[in-house]
């Protein structure tokens, strides 16, 4: 995904879609005097941290990213509250790419046998450790770095995160496709939570028009399904043919998106008691007779089109579908054909104002960290 102006635009006009859909609520779980701590994790530009660090002003809001947003812009929010920010990759389960490089380095250098075998195997265990929080890292030296050294010891990387103190809540958001491996997030969201503290997961799926009036309950839909109507059974033909190569990219990239990973068992399986899911439906465009669900759905309408060129511009021209690796003009041209698809669909419903109509499926899942787990 990228992280220029338009799309922290786009995750500024979505964390108002989020907020409206909890009736202008924050979360699912209960924060009160207690909770001291409060982690964002992906934070991006931060709307949820920073509003959580005004309406929570005596807790501590830490808001981790791996990307360099423009904070300021979203601290001067009006009463937006001081959050502390952190760097760091999270995903230290991701490809292990490093592996790559440090063959390559000890190539360069010259440095083959023994020791080149002992690194491999080293650095194969699944605990690659790409980052980890609050502990510095000596970085894996890039391409045409002649400096490298093979016989001075490199700091042992520990597996997984290492924040200086735990949280009482972490709050997950509009994370679909970023993790390889959500078993192992959700495990460290757990050893970072004292004893007693809440995690919320929260996302959203997409479900086009037609979809809704199939035998299949809303957010479980199948590829499949999608694969086997013809286009022409769809209103919003391209936005199809978006998604279903979106999906496709996203499997071949090895980070699926989809909100599977906010199914309860998933919180279970770390160890999480008092799982509860909280689910929202939210207009997508005009259509509602009633005023504030109009005013959501164009909100959301508008972060459905943008959302669609950062999506697929770098899955379609790495990952690409089954048709092949796309080219940038290619989704360019989908997209805008997508979008104009999505203006005419909204063009209609909003002359029409129904009651009943397309919506998005918003999901909260909660948990909570036993209070006699031990820290
Ligand atoms: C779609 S944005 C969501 C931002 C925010 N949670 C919200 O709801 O507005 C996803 C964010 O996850 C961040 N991200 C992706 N992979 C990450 C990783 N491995 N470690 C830390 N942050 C990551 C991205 O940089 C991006 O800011």
């Given at each position: 995904m990228p992280c220029d102006q338009a799309e922290q635009d786009r995750l500024a006009i979505q964390h108002q879609v989020f907020v409206s859909a909890l009736k202008g609520k924050l979360t699912t779980t209960r924060v009160t005097n207690a909770t001291r701590r409060i982690l964002d994790l992906g934070t991006g530009p931060g709307n949820w941290a920073v509003a959580a660090a005004q309406q929570w002003p005596h807790a501590e809001v830490v808001g981790v990213d791996m990307a360099v947003w423009d904070l300021e812009t979203t601290e001067a929010e009006p009463g937006g509250g001081r959050v502390t920010w952190e760097l760091d990759d999270l995903d230290v389960w991701g490809e292990e790419s490093d592996i790559e490089i440090l063959t390559a380095r000890l190539d360069r250098s010259g440095f083959f046998g023994e020791v080149?075998?002992?690194?491999?195997?080293?650095?194969?265990?699944?605990?690659?450790?790409?980052?980890?929080?609050?502990?510095?890292?000596?970085?894996?030296?890039?391409?045409?770095?002649?400096?490298?050294?093979?016989?001075?010891?490199?700091?042992?990387?520990?597996?997984?995160?290492?924040?200086?103190?735990?949280?009482?809540?972490?709050?997950?958001?509009?994370?679909?496709?970023?993790?390889?491996?959500?078993?192992?997030?959700?495990?460290?969201?757990?050893?970072?939570?004292?004893?007693?503290?809440?995690?919320?997961?929260?996302?959203?799926?997409?479900?086009?028009?037609?979809?809704?009036?199939?035998?299949?309950?809303?957010?479980?839909?199948?590829?499949?399904?999608?694969?086997?109507?013809?286009?022409?059974?769809?209103?919003?033909?391209?936005?199809?043919?978006?998604?279903?190569?979106?999906?496709?990219?996203s499997f071949r990239s090895g980070r699926p998106l989809g909100t599977y990973y906010l199914h309860p068992t998933y919180l279970e399986d770390a160890g999480f008691k008092d799982v509860k899911t909280t689910y929202v439906n939210v207009p997508v465009g005009q259509w509602p007779e009633d005023e504030e669900q109009?005013?959501?759905?164009?909100?959301?309408?508008?972060?459905?089109?943008?959302?669609?060129?950062?999506?697929?511009?770098?899955?379609?021209?790495?990952?690409?579908?089954?048709?092949?690796?796309?080219?940038?003009?290619?989704?360019?041209?989908?997209?805008?054909?997508?979008?104009?698809?999505?203006?005419?669909?909204?063009?209609?419903g909003s002359r029409q104002k129904m009651k009943e109509g397309w919506c998005a499926n918003f999901k909260w899942v909660s948990g909570r960290k036993s209070k006699n787990a031990p820290l």
């Open positions: 080149n075998e002992a690194y491999r195997a080293e650095s194969s265990s699944r605990s690659n450790a790409k980052g980890s929080p609050s502990q510095s890292q000596t970085p894996l030296t890039s391409e045409g770095d002649s400096s490298y050294n093979p016989y001075v010891l490199q700091q042992e990387f520990q597996p997984g995160w290492h924040f200086s103190e735990p949280f009482d809540l972490i709050h997950v958001r509009n994370m679909k496709g970023t993790f390889a491996s959500w078993e192992e997030v959700y495990t460290e969201i757990y050893n970072n939570l004292t004893p007693g503290g809440w995690v919320e997961v929260a996302d959203y799926e997409c479900v086009l028009p037609e979809m809704l009036h199939s035998n299949q309950i809303p957010g479980e839909m199948r590829l499949e399904n999608y694969r086997q109507r013809d286009a022409h059974d769809f209103v919003v033909p391209t936005m199809r043919k978006l998604y279903l190569a979106m999906m496709e990219g109009r005013r959501v759905g164009k909100l959301f309408l508008v972060a459905l089109m943008e959302c669609l060129e950062a999506h697929l511009l770098r899955l379609m021209t790495r990952h690409g579908d089954s048709s092949g690796i796309w080219t940038v003009q290619q989704v360019k041209e989908q997209v805008e054909q997508a979008q104009k698809e999505l203006l005419e669909y909204n063009e209609q």
